[in-house]
């Protein structure tokens, strides 16, 4: 990775951008990533640009046995959109240490290993195997699966359920690897369960995941995916995903985020870092474009220089300040108190 | 490399920005002929490209996928490519209100191409609708390498037929079946192709169609024991490799079934490797099919 982050201070367009960002004890030279399950593992986008240049690689979530996943239909394009029920199809952690992990490192590539189980048993197995081979950045834990003990309910949608995963992964992880929890939208106060993940050891949370959905093909009558349901992707869940790194960020000033839900351009990048955000994960655009992170990354540089940032640090929660900065001062310089401020519009 | 060209390291497929160079329509299709610079020069029979959709802002987030019909990788625009279109939905309509200088973002060339013999052998040609496409291409690769060619094209009626004019040009024989009967004989396409397989000694067979026509092309040729390459049409998210959206179960060299990406791994398949009844379905003993039960 041969990149210059030296360059600081009013930055000209020529000169290298600052756009480092750091989660938890990981620092990235960027802040844009793939989105799991839209990347594979990374080696099919490195045909159409450089997957070093940009910040990592999130890996398409890997259970401890191979799995064959759902049925086919697997997706129903929605409107500015699509639902997904792939299944988590994959080979097994086993085979992806071997080939898709063993590729990722001799490409120099920063790598985010996404993990997923039925059970926590399952998921506390596959991060003992991660732990032993390393050659990884960081984990993120995609508690959005079907518990296998309790009715396919997902584990993402209670509070307790999301801490017991983040728990056990925690517990079979090496101390210093950075923890990701992937939370899900379809959740009444995700505040609460970015809290919990958070008190659980996460290091941070992914935010968010697809919502629930379903299509029904108006030609068979008949649901239009073999899984009936299926996750809803793409830029019409982006204000969904804006609202909920606003609220996370709001209630939790310091916990790293990545934030992902339809980012298509650098400037959808930049709108989920003034929210909070501190790296951006790219997913179902890269289906539209193979080249959309390289392009989204070099845009969002260009949208922070528009603004006058002079790195992507500073950007970082931006939207926020007028909340928790909001000190209103008078000519004397001195702050008004909460309840001053309640009656500015009466006072001369 | 062309500007504004991305290239594939392994792959060879890149994406490119072309231009519509001519919209014609014949019959119930719409033949797209589109600069596709770097896209031309590495086709070969049986791969594919993807197609944007309603430009950068568009509703439509998923790009189309087309069968290669021919290329000419020269020429005044630097490289142009044929493609066929059935308007089925909105994407296709879009296509097919394009006309000349409207600007096209493709990626390509997609997917594995059809294994072309090493000897001149004879070969038999199966197309059903627009899956006539990418044989023009296919065929014209096998007459360069010796091979006699015997094509057999079938639709539900003489409208939908595809590609008759080209592939009689390219074809040792062609040889016409609609349901219907209004041209050529009445019947399907595999009526013709078991007339021509009980009749000749054929050493491969190559089709594209609806899925339900492979199924018996592939059937027929299995149970002679002749070697047949299907193309495939599964809906595709990415056309790339690494959504898992266009899987179907292959029984691979070890006979064991894995849910295989048509657009990698595909979209030609050998026929007596596809389990074609099974399609839609996982069936019982594909590889990591246990974890599913436990699931719903
Ligand atoms: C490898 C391959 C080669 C193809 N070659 C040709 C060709 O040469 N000429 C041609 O006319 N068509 C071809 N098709 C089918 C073509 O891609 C679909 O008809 C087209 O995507 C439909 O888009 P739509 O917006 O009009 O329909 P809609 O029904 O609105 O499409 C909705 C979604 O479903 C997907 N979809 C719908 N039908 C199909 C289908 N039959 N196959 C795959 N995806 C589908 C679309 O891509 C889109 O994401 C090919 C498909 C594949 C996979
Ligand atoms: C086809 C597909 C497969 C996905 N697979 C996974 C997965 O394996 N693990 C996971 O945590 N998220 C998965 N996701 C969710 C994405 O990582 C992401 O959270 C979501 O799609 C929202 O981002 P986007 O709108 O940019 O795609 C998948 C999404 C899609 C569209
Ligand atoms: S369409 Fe995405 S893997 Fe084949």
Not at chain 1, 241 to 265: D, E
Not at chain 2, 82 to 88: I, L, T, Y
Not at chain 2, 225 to 236: A, D, G, L, P, T
Request: net charge negative; hydrophobic share 40%.
């Amino acid at each position: 990775m041969a990149l210059n982050l030296a360059s600081r201070g009013n930055a000209s367009p020529e000169s290298t951008f600052d756009l480092r960002t750091q989660l938890g004890s990981l620092e990235l030279q960027s802040p844009v990533l793939t989105a799991s399950g839209c990347a594979a593992a990374g080696r099919e986008l490195d045909n159409y640009f450089d997957i070093t240049a940009i910040g990592g690689i999130v890996t398409k979530s890997i259970m401890l046995a191979p799995r064959s996943g759902r049925a086919t239909p697997r997706m129903a394009e929605t409107p500015s959109g699509m639902l997904n029920s792939i299944g988590l199809q994959g080979p097994g952690v086993e085979s992806f240490l071997e080939t898709d992990l063993a590729w990722l490192q001799q490409r120099g590539a920063r790598t985010i290993v996404s993990i997923a189980g039925g059970t926590a048993d399952e998921f506390g197995k596959v991060a003992a195997k991660l732990r032993v081979a390393g050659g990884f950045d960081a984990i993120e834990v995609n508690i959005s699966c079907p518990n296998v003990e309790d009715r396919g309910q997902v584990f993402a949608c209670r509070a307790d359920t999301s801490a017991q995963i983040i728990q056990t992964v925690r517990r079979n992880s090496d101390n210093k690897i950075p923890i990701f929890a992937k939370l899900s939208p379809d959740v009444t106060d995700i505040v609460e369960i970015a809290t919990s993940v958070s008190q659980a050891g996460a290091t941070g949370v992914s935010v968010i995941n697809t919502l629930l959905g379903m299509v029904i093909d108006t030609q068979t009558m008949r649901p239009a995916l073999a899984g009936v349901t299926g996750g809803l992707s793409g830029p019409a869940i982006r204000p969904i995903a804006v609202r909920c790194i606003w609220q996370i960020r709001s209630a939790l000033p310091n916990l790293p985020i990545i934030g992902m839900g339809g980012v298509r351009t650098g400037h959808d990048a930049l709108e989920m870092v003034l929210a909070g955000a501190n790296a951006i994960s790219v997913g179902t655009s890269i289906f539209n474009d193979p080249m959309a992170p390289m392009r989204i990354q070099k845009e969002l540089e260009q949208e922070l220089r528009n603004r006058g940032f002079e790195s992507l640090t500073q950007a970082i929660s931006f939207a926020h300040r007028e909340v928790s900065e909001a000190v209103i001062e008078d000519e004397t310089g001195e702050s008004k108190d909460e309840s001053e401020r309640d009656w500015d519009f009466i006072s001369e | 490399m062309s500007v504004g060209a991305s290239e594939g390291a392994n792959s060879g497929a890149i994406q490119v920005n072309g231009e519509v160079l001519d919209v014609q329509r014949t019959g119930k299709y719409f033949l797209m002929s589109v600069t596709a610079p770097g896209i031309t020069e590495r086709a070969r029979p049986g791969q594919f490209v993807t197609i944007g959709i309603g430009g950068e802002e568009s509703s439509m987030v998923l790009r189309r996928s087309f069968a290669i019909q021919g290329v000419q990788a020269r020429g005044m625009y630097g490289g142009t490519l044929d493609f066929v279109v059935s308007p089925v939905g909105k994407g296709t309509q879009w296509l097919t209100k394009l006309r000349r200088h409207d600007p096209l973002n493709l990626v390509g060339p997609l997917g594995k191409p059809f294994t072309l013999p090493t000897k001149p052998v004879t070969c038999v040609l199966v197309g059903g609708g627009y899956g006539a496409a990418p044989l023009i291409m296919l065929a014209q690769a096998l007459r360069e390498r010796g091979c006699r060619v015997d094509t057999i094209i079938g639709a539900s009626t003489e409208e939908k037929l595809y590609g008759g004019l080209d592939l009689k040009r390219v074809s040792t024989s062609l040889t016409l079946a609609t349901e219907d009967g209004t041209a050529g004989i009445r019947g399907r396409v595999t009526d013709g192709l078991i007339d021509t397989l009980n009749s000749s000694k054929v050493d491969v067979v190559y089709a594209c169609g609806p899925m339900s026509m492979l199924a018996s092309v592939a059937e027929e040729c299995t149970t002679r024991k002749i070697f047949s390459q299907c193309s495939v049409e599964e809906s595709m998210a990415c056309g790339i490799g690494v959504c898992m959206t266009c899987v179907l179960p292959v029984i691979g060299e070890d006979g064991v079934t894995r849910m295989l990406r048509s657009c990698v791994e595909g979209p030609i398949f050998r026929g007596d490797r596809v389990r074609w009844a099974d399609i839609g379905t996982i069936p019982e003993g594909t590889w990591g099919g246990e974890g599913l039960r436990s699931w719903r």
